[in-house]
């Protein structure tokens, strides 16, 4: 069973769109973050945020935190080819676990 | 920010072969090291998590004779991967934590002939 369920699973989208990534569990996790992987590579940190209701920027990315701290988004505005890549969302159990999400696969056509 | 590393970065093996993989933390003392395992198209999923010093506590599912993890230092941790069959060809990705922040590896693509 997946604790942290990611929608879409794909997104296809043209340069200059704009796209919302969500990440939903039933468990509360202590932090979660998002990270973005290449093909073949480790996946690299984006943003951790901590408390319910928390939202973070960075550049044209807006992380939020649900006030439960049970789910979380991502918005990209004005997407770019650099975009592409697969987003993951990751919870934290307590102190210790870091449990990923499902996954995004994101492909943005210039 | 920390650095981590992992060798080999591909390795190829034949079934029934058993194979290590070495997880490093460059730059800084890593009390715990976590290995994850990632089937193509698919998320990361823990396999087990490793102090120093201490056996390594596995997953649900996931056999401990099978993947054998020994966490000898405090910036080394080994995955070895025993009697190696196709079905264990996957990216393994490695992770160590210092005080605060978990730092991921590069990876290694196994692949069993």
């Known amino acids: 069973t997946q604790l942290l369920e990611q929608s879409p699973q794909f997104l296809s989208i043209q340069e200059g769109e704009n796209l919302t990534v969500y990440c939903n569990s039933s468990?509360?996790?202590?932090?979660l973050q998002w990270y973005r992987q290449e093909p073949g590579e480790g996946p690299v940190l984006l943003v951790t945020?901590?408390?319910?209701?928390e939202v973070k920027k960075l550049k044209r990315l807006t992380f939020q935190f649900g006030d439960a701290r049970k789910d979380s988004s991502l918005h990209i505005t004005a997407a770019q080819p650099g975009d592409t890549g697969l987003y993951l969302c990751a919870g934290k159990l307590g102190t210790d676990k870091l449990i990923f999400g499902t996954g995004t696969r994101l492909q943005v056509f210039p | 920010g920390a650095v981590v590393s992992q060798h080999p970065s591909r390795v190829i093996c034949k079934s029934g072969t058993s194979v290590k993989i070495e997880c490093r933390s460059l730059d800084f003392q890593a009390t715990t090291m976590f290995w994850y395992r990632q089937f193509p198209k698919q998320s990361l999923m823990l396999m087990a998590t490793?102090?120093?010093?201490?056996?390594?506590?596995?997953e649900q599912g996931v056999e401990k004779d099978k993947f054998l993890i020994n966490h000898a230092s405090l910036t080394l941790s080994t995955l070895t991967v025993t009697s190696a069959h196709p079905e264990d060809s996957s990216f393994y990705i490695c992770?160590?934590?210092?005080?605060?922040?978990?730092?991921f590896g590069p990876g290694t693509r196994l692949t069993v002939l």
């Open positions: 468990s509360v996790f202590s932090s």
């Open positions: 945020v901590v408390t319910g209701g």
């Open positions: 490793s102090n120093e010093g201490s056996k390594a506590t596995y």
């Open positions: 992770s160590a934590r210092d005080t605060y922040e978990q730092f």
